[in-house]
C-alpha cells in the first residue's frame, strides 16, 4: 500500500504525476473544488464580518469520501492543485475536510509537470499559504455579493435570469463605451498626394508629399487636391537627400497569460477560454511515446521572469539548430513594468528543450500543436539574436513641395527566423540613386481617405485593455468574456465585440445607478487591494469592509431609483392597444422588445415588436389552426409560433425568403444560431437537407454562373466581401450595389 497520497484537482495531471512518483505514492484528483459557496443563497454572514457558509458542491460526496479514505492511513498528504490562488483555497478546503492531523498534510507546488518539476516540488513543501486563500475568498465573496445583491435589481427593472457581476459588468461598460465613441464619431476627408517617378535608368518607383512650403501637407478635399496637382504639372523633382541608418529590432519577452490570450486571438482566431483549455491540456500532460508529458509551464502568470536552467535550455537547442549567429553571448532576462506582478511563477514555456514542436506534432491534435508551437517559437525568439534593417529615407524637391519614399531592408534576420515567416522588410527605393539627381515624373496620384473611428474590441484587444486596466486577474480574462457573451450582453460581428441592445440597457441600468461601483478605476482599486491581502500586507476582511460601505450606499441609491430608471427603458410609440385603445409601450422580457399596453396591469394586451429592418410585414397564419403567428427570437435563432400557443403548439422556422440551392430541395434558407450564440444560415428541411453556411445569402443572382444567390461574407482580414459559393467569384458591394438595395 502507498505510504504518500497526493491530490491534484485534475484527473489528467494525476495521470501524469502518477508517472514519475512510482509506487510509494498513490496520486488522486479532486476534480476541481469540493467545496463552495451555496447555489441558491447568499451564504455570507455580512453582519459577522463577511463569515462564508462553505457547502459540498454538488456530485462530490464520493470524491470526498475516497479522499478521505486514502488520507487516513496516509504517512503524509501532500496536497497539489494549481499553483495559484485558486488552487491554495481548493487545497485549504481539502484539508479541512479529509480529517487529517495538520502535521500530516504538505502543500507543494508544481510549475511545471515534469519528473524534475515534480521531484523539486516534493523536496520544496510548504504549509498552507492563508494569504493566499485568503485573497481567493475575499474574491469570491465581492463576486458573490455583488452578484447577489444586484442582479435582482436587474430582474425587477428588466426581466429574471439577467446577472451582473462585478468585473464582468465594468468589461461591458468598456465595450458599451467603445461602441458610444463609433457612433460619435464625425469622419473627416482627406487627401494624399503620389508622385510616381523614374530615374535616369528607368527605375520606378513612388514617392508621397509631405510637406508644403516647409508644412505638413494637409489635403481636405477633392478641389484642394486638384490644385496641387496642376502646380506640380511642370515641377522639376530632385533628389533632395537619401539617409541610410541601420537599426535592430529586439525579440519581446515571453507569454504571459495576457499576451498568450491576445497572439492566440489574433493568430488564430481561439477566444481566451478555448485557448486556455488547450494549454490547460499541454500543461498537465499529452501521451508522447505512450506516456504522459507536460509539454508547458503554469499558463495563469503575469510574470515574464525565466529561470536560469530555462534560459540554458533553450540556448543549447537554438545552438545545434541554428549556430552561434543566433545566440547572444548572454540570456536575455526580461522585467515587467507593471505593478503587482506576482512573480511566482515563471513566464509560460516549454518544459522540454528536446521536443521542439515538429517533434511532436504527429501526437498533438491540430489546435494542440498550433498552441505549442506558438509559446515554443515566442521563448525561444526571446533568447535570439536582433533581427538587423538597414532604413532608407529618400527626400525630394519638387518647388514648393517636398516627397518622401521610405525603405526597409532586413540584413539579418535574427529572432524573426523562428517567430515571423514574413518578411516585413520593403525597399521600393532605387538601388542607384544619389543626392542631386533629377527624376522624370511619370504620373501624379490621389487618393481619397477618411478617418476611421476607434476599432471594436476583438477578445484579443479587450484582454489587453482589462490588463492595462489592472481589472481581473490572468485567470479571469477568459471566464470575463465567455460570461458576458453567454448571457448576450454582447455579440461577435466579423471577430468583433459589440454589445446587444440587452448589453447596452444593462449597462446603462448599472452605470447611472451604481457609477461608483461599475468603473474602471474603482475595478483596479479592488484588484491592487486583494493583492495586498495576498502579499499580506491588508486583511481580507477589513478590504470587505472597505468595498461594502459605499457598495450599500451605491445600492441603495440604485433602489431608489429603479421606478425611474425602468420608465426610462421603456418607449413611448405611436401604436395604440388592439383592445382598449390607450397607447403602446415598448418593453423588455427574455425574449427581447415587445409591445405592451400603457394601462397594465388593467390591460394586459402585448404583441411582438416587428423590426421592417430585417422582418416581413405580411400577415403569417398557423396552417394548423388558422391564427394569427406570432414572430419570437429563441436560444436557437428566430422562429414564428402560434399566437394560440399554449392551446395551439405550432411553430414554423422564420425562412429570409431565398430558397435552398442543393438539387431537387424544396426548403428554404432559414437564420439560425449555433449553442455558443454564433449565427449560421441553414435548409428548414434539415435533416433530411444538411445545407448550410455561415456566410448571410444575399437575393441576387450570380452574374458569372447564374448561382441563386450570392453571399456576404465577413473576415477580420479582408472585411466585407460579395462571393459566389458555387463559382467562386468575388465582387465588391459596390459592383452589385444596385441589385443589393435590401
Known amino acids: 500500500m502507498a505510504k504518500n497520497v497526493l491530490i491534484v484537482e485534475s484527473p489528467s495531471k494525476a495521470k501524469t504525476i502518477k508517472k514519475y512518483l512510482g509506487r510509494d505514492f498513490q496520486v488522486l484528483a479532486s476534480v476541481g473544488h469540493i467545496k463552495d459557496l451555496p447555489t441558491k443563497e447568499l451564504g455570507i454572514d455580512i453582519e459577522k464580518n463577511?463569515?462564508?457558509?462553505?457547502?459540498?458542491?454538488?456530485?462530490?460526496?464520493?470524491?470526498?469520501?475516497s479522499l478521505k479514505n486514502a488520507a487516513k492511513d496516509a504517512e503524509m498528504v501532500y496536497l497539489a492543485p494549481d499553483p495559484d490562488r485558486e488552487g491554495e483555497a481548493i487545497?485549504?478546503?481539502?484539508?479541512?475536510?479529509?480529517?487529517?492531523d495538520e502535521s500530516k498534510i504538505k502543500r507543494v507546488l508544481f510549475n511545471e509537470i515534469t519528473k524534475k518539476g515534480i521531484e523539486y516540488g516534493i523536496r520544496h513543501p510548504r504549509s498552507i499559504d492563508y494569504s493566499l486563500v485568503n485573497a481567493q475568498q475575499a474574491r469570491r465573496i465581492l463576486d458573490r455579493i455583488v452578484g447577489y445583491k444586484t442582479s435582482p435589481f436587474l430582474w425587477k427593472t428588466l426581466y429574471s435570469g439577467l446577472s451582473a457581476g462585478r468585473v464582468q459588468s465594468v468589461a461591458l461598460r468598456i465595450i458599451c463605451e467603445r461602441e458610444a465613441e463609433i457612433l460619435a464619431?464625425?469622419?473627416?476627408?482627406?487627401?494624399?498626394l503620389f508622385a510616381d517617378l523614374a530615374t535616369e535608368k528607368g527605375e520606378e518607383f513612388r514617392a508621397q508629399a509631405v510637406k508644403y512650403n516647409h508644412k505638413t501637407l494637409k489635403i481636405s478635399n477633392r478641389e484642394e487636391s486638384e490644385k496641387h496637382t496642376l502646380a506640380l504639372a511642370d515641377a522639376t523633382f530632385t533628389v533632395e537627400s537619401l539617409t541610410e541608418k541601420n537599426a535592430k529590432s529586439n525579440p519581446t519577452p515571453p507569454f504571459t497569460t495576457s499576451t498568450f490570450q491576445q497572439m492566440a486571438t489574433s493568430r488564430y482566431n481561439y477566444p481566451p477560454k478555448k485557448s486556455m483549455f488547450i494549454a490547460q491540456q499541454l500543461y498537465e500532460g499529452v501521451e508522447i511515446n505512450g506516456e504522459p508529458v507536460g509539454?508547458?509551464?503554469?499558463?495563469?502568470?503575469?510574470?515574464?521572469?525565466?529561470?536560469?536552467?530555462?534560459a540554458d535550455g533553450i540556448r543549447n537547442a537554438l545552438l545545434e539548430t541554428y549556430g552561434p549567429d543566433y545566440i547572444p553571448l548572454h540570456p536575455r532576462f526580461f522585467k515587467s513594468d507593471k505593478k503587482n506582478v506576482q512573480d511566482a511563477h515563471e513566464c509560460i514555456r516549454p518544459t522540454r528543450f528536446d521536443l521542439s514542436p515538429d517533434k511532436v506534432e504527429s501526437f498533438l491534435n491540430k489546435e494542440q500543436f498550433n498552441v505549442y508551437k506558438m509559446i515554443w517559437n515566442k521563448f525561444a525568439a526571446s533568447q535570439m539574436t536582433p533581427a538587423e534593417y538597414k532604413n532608407k529615407t529618400l527626400d525630394i524637391a519638387a518647388d514648393k513641395y517636398l516627397f518622401r519614399a521610405k525603405g526597409k531592408v532586413l540584413i539579418f534576420d535574427g529572432y524573426l527566423r523562428i517567430w515571423s515567416s514574413k518578411d516585413t522588410s520593403e525597399d521600393p527605393i532605387p538601388a542607384q540613386i544619389a543626392q542631386g539627381d533629377t527624376l522624370q515624373l511619370q504620373k501624379l496620384a490621389t487618393e481619397q481617405k477618411f478617418t476611421a473611428p476607434p476599432p471594436r474590441f476583438t477578445d484579443g484587444t479587450l484582454v489587453k485593455e482589462l490588463d492595462n486596466l489592472g481589472i481581473g486577474r490572468p485567470s479571469t480574462y477568459a471566464t470575463i468574456i465567455s460570461t458576458i457573451t453567454q448571457r448576450k450582453y454582447v455579440e461577435t460581428e466579423a471577430g468583433k465585440l459589440k454589445p446587444t441592445d440587452l448589453g447596452i440597457k444593462v449597462n446603462k441600468i448599472l452605470v447611472s445607478g451604481m457609477p461608483d461601483i461599475f468603473n474602471v478605476e474603482f475595478t483596479g482599486k479592488m484588484e491592487a487591494e486583494l493583492d495586498e491581502v495576498e502579499?499580506?500586507?491588508k486583511d481580507w476582511q477589513e478590504v470587505m469592509q472597505d468595498f461594502y460601505k459605499p457598495f450599500e450606499k451605491s445600492l441603495s441609491k440604485l433602489e431608489g431609483m429603479r421606478k425611474e430608471i425602468k420608465e426610462s427603458l421603456q418607449e413611448k410609440t405611436s401604436e395604440t392597444c388592439d383592445q382598449c385603445g390607450a397607447p403602446l409601450l415598448i418593453k423588455w422580457s427574455k425574449n427581447g422588445r415587445f409591445y405592451a399596453c400603457s394601462r397594465f396591469p388593467d390591460c394586459k394586451f402585448t404583441k411582438p415588436l416587428v423590426n421592417p429592418t430585417n422582418l416581413p410585414v405580411t400577415e403569417k397564419k398557423c396552417p394548423t389552426c388558422g391564427a394569427d403567428m406570432n414572430f419570437k427570437e429563441g436560444k436557437f435563432g428566430k422562429f414564428w409560433a402560434c399566437s394560440k400557443y399554449p392551446e395551439c403548439k405550432t411553430t414554423l422556422p422564420y425562412d429570409i425568403g431565398i430558397g435552398c440551392p442543393m438539387p431537387g430541395c424544396e426548403g428554404m434558407i432559414v437564420e439560425k444560431r449555433t449553442q455558443k450564440g454564433k449565427t449560421f444560415y441553414g435548409c428548414s428541411k434539415y435533416p433530411s437537407c444538411s445545407y448550410a453556411t455561415w456566410n448571410k445569402p444575399l437575393p441576387v443572382r450570380c452574374p458569372n454562373?447564374?448561382?441563386?444567390?450570392?453571399?456576404?461574407?465577413?473576415?477580420?482580414?479582408?472585411g466585407v466581401q460579395i462571393i459566389c459559393s458555387n463559382c467562386k467569384s468575388k465582387f465588391s458591394e459596390e459592383d452589385l450595389e444596385e441589385n443589393l438595395k435590401e
Open 705 to 718: 454562373c447564374d448561382h441563386p444567390f450570392l453571399e456576404r461574407k465577413e473576415t477580420k482580414r479582408v
Open 91 to 100: 487545497a485549504w478546503h481539502i484539508a479541512n475536510t479529509i480529517s487529517v
Open 185 to 192: 464619431f464625425e469622419s473627416e476627408e482627406y487627401w494624399n
Open 295 to 310: 509539454l508547458i509551464t503554469y499558463m495563469r502568470t503575469d510574470s515574464v521572469r525565466i529561470s536560469g536552467d530555462a
Open 50 to 65: 463577511f463569515k462564508p457558509r462553505y457547502v459540498t458542491v454538488k456530485g462530490k460526496t464520493k470524491v470526498i469520501s
Open 535 to 537: 502579499s499580506n500586507k
